[in-house]
């Protein structure tokens, strides 16, 4: 099952341990290199989703200057899957770095 990139992203983020929903939003700004961006909603849509289908789980609350604080991590299921889909991506990227490198090569008709 190939994950879409949110996510991939956020399963990624949780992969260290369990995080609140601002740590998830920044450690995915810093893997993505700022190329993605959750806003709230976007991330909790997505963490209800993931949660539903078993790969993440609140695992605390907490209430932090008057704001609730609620503490997500991966579950069994969803470290499998993010391993799995790691495995992918790297095979795909491995695919395409080979057929570059031919097309790089001379005499090959680029």
């Known amino acids: 099952m190939a994950l879409r ?3 991939y992203l956020i399963l990624l983020a949780l992969a260290e ?9 920044k450690t995915v700004r810093e893997v993505s290199e700022g190329r993605v ?3 709230p909603g976007t991330l909790y849509g997505a963490l209800d989703r993931l949660a539903t289908e078993g790969l993440v789980r609140v695992s605390g609350e907490e209430v932090v200057d ?3 604080r609620r503490y997500y991590e991966l ?3 969803g470290e499998e899957l993010l391993t799995e889909e790691t495995a992918r991506l790297v095979r795909l990227a ?3 770095q080979r057929r570059l490198n031919l097309r790089a090569q001379p005499g090959m008709g680029v």
């Open 5 to 7: 990139e949110q996510s």
């Open 75 to 77: 579950t069994g299921p």
């Open 66 to 68: 008057g704001r609730h």
């Open 17 to 25: 341990g369990p995080s609140h929903g601002y740590g998830v939003i």
């Open 37 to 39: 961006r959750l806003g």
């Open 94 to 96: 491995a695919g395409a």
